[in-house]
């Protein structure tokens, strides 16, 4: 049971020091002042390691090289903010599959982009899906909505160009309402 105490205002290795420390650490006394500075080109946890950060906590500075790179699963429990207010940040998620499960949710403000130019990718939801504010489907004339529900406009609905109903000599259109064609 070695103890090692060092009891400064500030304490520093420099040049070429190394700190090696095998077993449970803490660094800092929960006092609101305790800062612990780490400024290297890398830093690497091995083994079994634990990584327990209470507070504010900010990984990287102001350099836009800076990197956090996991090889493991990341758990966030809480609120968790990606991104600050400026307008350059951007939020990458890279992945086959990305799941939100239990009670999440995933709020995004400002462009989002869901997918690639793969045509391949897809977005699905597995729950009621409810879009405020004007909605775009689609970007270019070749672009397909093809809808497998029952539909119901609450509002009168606007179109710009040539509308085909049914595709079969079998579909059958029903109108129940006054009817004006010119």
């Known amino acids: 049971s070695d103890t090692v105490t060092i009891t400064a205002t500030t304490t520093t290795l420099t040049g070429a020091s190394n700190l090696i420390v095998q077993g449970s650490t803490t660094l800092g006394n929960d006092d609101a002042a305790d800062t612990v500075q780490i400024n290297a ?31 493991a699963a990341l ?70 909505l093809t809808v497998g529900a029952t539909s119901t406009f609450n509002a009168d609905a606007s179109f710009n160009n040539h509308i085909t109903l049914g595709d079969a000599a079998a579909d059958a259109l029903t109108v129940k309402a006054t009817t004006t064609v010119t």
């Open 41 to 71: 080109l890398s830093t690497t946890l091995t083994g079994d390691s634990l990584l327990d950060v209470k507070g504010n906590t900010i990984l990287g500075d102001t350099d836009d090289s800076d990197t956090v790179k996991m090889n």
């Open 75 to 144: 758990t966030v429990d809480g609120n968790t903010q990606l991104g600050d207010s400026d307008t350059q940040d951007t939020v990458t998620i890279t992945a086959t599959t990305t799941i939100l499960t239990g009670n999440s949710a995933f709020e995004v403000k400002g462009n989002t982009i869901l997918g690639d130019t793969d045509v391949s990718d897809t977005v699905k939801m597995n729950a009621a899906l409810t879009v405020d504010g004007h909605t775009i489907l689609g970007d270019e004339t070749t672009d397909q």
